[in-house]
């Protein structure tokens, strides 16, 4: 009879710890549901840097066309006077705020590159994943112009050329960064944090 109850089991057989206590079945249902949340975290943070590159990538071949075909030219109307490209070099902030501030703005926007790659680690949220790419990739637009472009390592001039009338002229990395801005303050809110859950205030 006890060799069949080895070979069988018993319900109220160790668990494998060896230590006597019937595992909870509590223990159990959390595991089963935080299976899933590492392989949906992957994938979040795969979309986020995915929308980094693109929106990164867009922005620096559009700068290498304007400076080699716009720079030193006259503006190119799209929509008559309402909207231009015309290339110049912005040493402030985006929409050409704060050029007294170059280095301030190129530390900012190094820090945030490290905040939105340490957030990453407990993201789930894809509208957050979106969000946070493009901001990154905005970030990353800008700040490459400032470590590479003239007149040195992070103080370069940005180059902008889109051209609204009666507006400031701005890049592709500045529309990344306002697009990702104001889906940030509407996920906020509604209650969702980057980690999936909802709270309600």
Same mark, same amino acid.
């Given at each position: 009879?006890?060799?069949?109850? $080895?070979?069988?089991?018993?319900?109220?057989?160790?668990?494998?710890?060896?230590?006597?206590?019937?595992?909870?079945?509590?223990?159990?249902? $959390?595991?089963?549901?935080?299976?899933?949340?590492?392989?949906?975290?992957?994938?979040?943070?795969?979309?986020?840097?995915?929308?980094?590159?693109?929106?990164? %990538?867009?922005?620096?071949?559009?700068?290498?066309?304007?400076?080699?075909?716009?720079? !030193? !030219?006259?503006?190119?109307?799209?929509?008559g006077d309402w909207l231009r490209f015309a290339?110049? $070099?912005?040493?402030?902030?985006?929409? /050409?705020?704060?050029?007294?501030?170059?280095?301030?703005?190129?530390?900012?926007?190094?820090?945030?590159?490290?905040?939105?790659?340490?957030? #990453?680690?407990?993201?789930?949220?894809?509208?957050?994943?979106?969000?946070? /790419?493009?901001?990154?990739?905005?970030?990353?637009?800008?700040?490459?112009?400032?470590?590479? $472009?003239?007149?040195?390592?992070?103080?370069?001039?940005?180059?902008?050329?889109? #051209?609204?009338?009666h507006f400031a002229v701005f890049n592709l990395?500045?529309s990344a960064i306002v697009c990702g801005g104001?889906?940030?303050?509407? %996920?906020?809110?509604? /209650?969702?944090?980057?980690?999936?859950?909802? !709270?309600?205030?």
């Amino acid at each position: 009879m006890a060799e069949a109850e $080895r070979i069988i089991g018993t319900p109220d057989t160790p668990d494998a710890a060896g230590d006597g206590r019937e595992r909870p079945a509590a223990d159990q249902e $959390r595991k089963r549901e935080q299976a899933p949340e590492r392989p949906r975290g992957k994938r979040r943070v795969a979309v986020l840097f995915a929308v980094a590159v693109f929106a990164y %990538l867009l922005d620096l071949g559009s700068k290498m066309i304007v400076v080699a075909k716009l720079e !030193h !030219h006259e503006p190119i109307e799209i929509i008559g006077d309402w909207l231009r490209f015309a290339a110049i $070099r912005n040493a402030g902030a985006a929409f /050409g705020f704060g050029e007294a501030f170059t280095i301030i703005f190129t530390v900012i926007a190094a820090a945030v590159i490290v905040v939105i790659a340490r957030l #990453a680690r407990k993201l789930r949220s894809l509208p957050w994943a979106i969000a946070l /790419g493009l901001l990154l990739g905005g970030a990353l637009g800008n700040l490459t112009d400032r470590i590479f $472009r003239a007149p040195g390592v992070f103080e370069g001039a940005v180059v902008d050329f889109i #051209a609204p009338k009666h507006f400031a002229v701005f890049n592709l990395a500045d529309s990344a960064i306002v697009c990702g801005g104001i889906l940030i303050v509407i %996920l906020s809110f509604r /209650g969702l944090d980057p980690d999936g859950t909802v !709270h309600k205030d």
